[in-house]
């Protein structure tokens, strides 16, 4: 299980231009002071395309 939220990832993103891949999203979150699980989860996501913050949620939540 993830040890972060929702609410923490969306913060990590802000900011953040679409579309965009995991590795790109990743770079952003650094940016934003996120902690390095999860920009290492977005990281995972590297070869995905996201149009949007909500794909984003989906992609890295689902298997919650």
Partial sequence: M???SPVDLQQA???AGYPANG????DCARE???ARELT???EQ???EQ???PAEVSKAI???Q
Avoid: C, I
Wanted: proline letters at 0%; hydrophobic letters at 35%; aromatic letters at 12%.
């Fill in 50 to 52: 996201f149009d949007g």
């Fill in 32 to 34: 934003n002071g996120a």
């Fill in 45 to 47: 996501h590297k070869q």
């Fill in 23 to 26: 590795e790109q999203l990743a």
């Fill in 13 to 15: 993103l802000s900011g």
């Fill in 40 to 42: 290492q989860e977005l």
């Fill in 2 to 4: 993830a040890s972060f």
């Fill in 61 to 63: 939540f689902r298997d």
